[in-house]
């Protein structure tokens, strides 16, 4: 069980290039996530999923896209980057919303990625 | 507008004593969730303790309780017999709906 996984750890971008952040999670959760951290400014939500099919936007959506195909996987996709979008980036996961049950609505955190655009 | 404030952004606590680590959160939803998330240096988000809005009773994780006070909107976050491997920055989030809000962090050191 790896629970959630990032790849890359690290990352160097020039303006204007395009990536994909990898994000997978093998605990069969409805709910996905995208954050990014900033100094001084705690983890600000970018966009989220609550299953396959379904994305919707968070706090500060622009400039990425998102995609959920799979429960599995939710990558996110910087077409053009800027150096606006130099931060930690964290992925995370949990079970669907609406239950109560103790563990349903953890959150549970990938290792992050960091991400410096030049 | 800020809907998790962390008021303190530096915290510290000698070794064995107990620190109180302040979160205030704005909302006008009675049903919600509070969460305490640490992150030491190796950057890893650990969830610590977590509080539902519709229950009383305060959530107790080992070391670690929290002072809700639901009228005032405060969750604040005690740990007991500080340890050295607490030192970390520690966020304080809120759940609406199918969205999440962090505050800004605290971070604590642990002296010896």
Redo the contacts between chains.
Sequence with gaps: NAGVTQTPKFQVLKTGQSMTLQCAQDMNHEYMSWYRQDPGMGLRLIHYSVGAGITDQGEVPNGYNVSRSTTEDFPLRLLSAAPSQTSVYFCASSYGVGYRKSSTDTQYFGPGTRLTVL | AQT?T?SQPEMSVQEAETVTLSCTYDTSESDY?L?W?KQPP????I?VI?Q?AYKQQNATENRFSVNFQKAAKSFSLKISDSQLGDAAMY?C?Y?R?????????TSLTVIP
């Design positions: 998790v962390q969730y969460f998330y190796s950057r890893q988000m969830l977590r539902e966020f989030a759940r709906g199918n969205q999440f809000y962090f505050g800004t962090g």
